[in-house]
């Protein structure tokens, strides 16, 4: 089954940074597109950014534009979530996840479920 491990959570102020990573198993040659998932405290899952190896298209949530950025390093298949101007709506736990069954970056955020790792916590407060 597919792996994924996430780290780089903490416990930062509003308007700090984080730098959240993922490492994929194996496989991860073949997805064809990756996304960071936050679930907020009694909340659903939701997705947050999403990458194609693909194309390199993108697509982040609309709160969270302009504050957070994905990438993915092609030699270690790691994908990695930098966060700027944290805000305390941000708080959750984040995952990651891959997957060849979907091709669209905005299909990926918008999906239901999936394999997830163990994820890693942020917290936003004062």
Not at 25 to 39: A, E, L, R, V
Not at 69 to 84: E, V
Request: net charge neutral; glycine share 14%; charged share 15%.
């Amino acid at each position: 089954q597919p792996r994924f491990v996430e780290s780089g959570g903490g416990l930062v102020q509003p308007g700090g940074s984080l730098r959240l990573s993922c490492a994929t198993d194996g496989y991860s040659m073949d997805y064809y597109t990756y996304g960071w998932f936050q679930q907020a405290p009694g909340k659903y899952y939701e997705g947050v950014a999403c990458i194609s190896s693909l194309d390199g298209s993108t697509y982040y949530r609309d709160s969270v534009k302009g504050r957070f950025t994905i990438s993915r390093d092609n030699a270690t298949n790691t994908i990695f979530l930098q966060m700027t101007g944290l805000k305390p709506e941000d708080t959750g736990i984040y995952y990651c996840t891959a997957t060849r069954r979907i091709s669209s970056v905005y299909d990926l955020c918008h999906a239901s479920g999936g394999y997830w790792g163990q994820g890693t916590q942020v917290t936003v407060s004062s």
